[in-house]
């Protein structure tokens, strides 16, 4: 998703960088994509990507940090950046599981570790809903 970081996010959410609040991102993930009227698999993958993204963010986040999630609205896309500041930020190793698990689930999967903060950036495409057998479209607007 062009210009991501070069444009304001349409949605931002900070929460104390502590696993308790991580089902709170992965809600507002869930409601986000139903606006995009992601299907319900692309959800349920969206909803676990963000899970495994902050997973590996908070682990080598301060204590005193904020997890954020910032996400950008396209036509049938959704980009989102999770992110909190680490003293050390170190990315996540590219053969690991959970990295694995992210680059399955979203289009594409990202990592940057600057200035003393790690971002894990997560982009998801819908899939087309295809009409249901024998229905007629509607009148064109």
């Not at 139903?34 to 590996?56: C, K, P, W, Y």
């Amino acid at each position: 998703m062009p210009g991501v970081s070069s444009r304001r996010p349409d949605v931002e959410l900070r929460v104390p960088a502590d696993g308790a609040y991580v089902s709170v991102l992965r809600t507002a993930t869930a409601g986000v994509a139903a606006r995009l009227d992601f299907t319900l698999d692309d959800i349920e993958d969206l909803r676990m990507a963000v899970g495994e993204a902050s997973a590996l963010v908070l682990e080598g986040a301060r204590p005193d940090a904020d997890l954020t999630a910032r996400f950008w609205l396209g036509t049938g896309e959704l980009a989102v950046v999770v992110a909190a500041d680490a003293d050390e930020p170190t990315a996540p190793d590219p053969e690991g599981f959970a990295w694995m698990v992210l680059t399955t689930l979203a289009t594409d999967a990202r990592v940057a570790t600057t200035d003393g903060r790690l971002e894990i950036t997560l982009v998801a495409a819908a899939t087309p809903l295809e009409p249901l057998p024998g229905a007629q479209p509607g009148p064109a607007s």
